[in-house]
């Protein structure tokens, strides 16, 4: 079963910031937080991942908390082809197989 | 470019006829693995490989048989498919790294019909 709680769907404004929200109060102090994104039925797509610093990259943030209990990927200005399902997925280091939950569904609105 | 193909993106056959799904990466990454994703249960992970000729069995493996005999092959072999493989599936390659966190890259899918 999926380590982590995701809202199952969000609408954000284009332009707008995107905070997606993640919950993983079960996670251990190897595991990463990883986010990947499936746009329609494509490949799932990699965004960022982190264990305990914030990581910031040229697609998204991630802000983890302190105890590391939730987490939140930021996608500073939406755009419409930021549509996609969103997957927060807990791993860890060392190991290779990812636990798909049924990810947050964001849609980007014009 | 960095990438995994998948091929065929889109295949029809009949239950019984046995197929192959080739799965190739040019990032000379060791581990590579297969899922399936069906509606309503995700993605779950059908067989995976840490290196060549070293493979195991995911989380749903009936059905399936893999190989591999090069780094950057893995194909996905259905002997006798049946109707309940009718599926999308993605293969999925990145490196191995021991104690960090790594991305994975994965294919653009292959969307299996068996009737």
């Known amino acids: 079963d999926a380590k982590t709680t995701q809202p199952t769907s969000m609408d954000c404004a284009e332009g707008r910031a995107a905070n997606l929200p993640c919950n993983h109060s079960?996670?251990?102090?190897?595991?990463?937080v990883y986010w990947y994104r499936q746009i329609h039925s494509q490949g799932p797509q990699y965004i960022i991942h982190?264990?305990?610093n914030n990581e910031t990259n040229e697609m998204a943030s991630l802000i983890i908390t302190e105890d590391r209990k939730s987490s939140t990927l930021i996608l500073p200005h939406a755009t419409l082809r930021d549509t996609a399902v969103y997957y927060c997925?807990?791993?860890?280091?060392?190991?290779?197989?990812?636990?798909f939950g049924t990810g947050t569904r964001l849609k980007v609105l014009a | 470019e960095a990438q995994v193909t998948q091929n065929p993106r889109y295949l029809i056959t009949v239950t019984g006829k046995k197929l192959t799904v080739t799965c190739s990466q040019n990032?000379?990454?060791?581990?590579m693995s297969w899922y399936r994703q069906d509606p309503g249960l995700g993605l779950r992970q059908i067989y995976y490989?840490?290196?060549?000729?070293?493979?195991d069995k995911g989380d749903v493996p009936e059905g399936y048989k893999v190989s591999r005999k090069e780094k950057r092959n893995f194909p996905l072999i259905l002997e006798s498919p049946s109707p309940n493989q009718t599926s999308l599936y993605f293969c999925?390659?990145?490196?191995?790294?021991?104690?960090?966190?790594?991305?994975?890259?994965f294919g653009q899918g292959t969307r299996l019909t068996v009737v």
């Open positions: 999925a390659s990145s490196e191995q790294v021991r104690f960090r966190g790594t991305e994975a890259f």
């Open positions: 079960t996670i251990s102090g190897n595991e990463y």
């Open positions: 982190g264990l305990k």
């Open positions: 997925i807990v791993r860890p280091g060392g190991t290779y197989k990812y636990i």
């Open positions: 990032m000379n990454h060791e581990y």
């Open positions: 490989s840490m290196n060549v000729e070293v493979t």
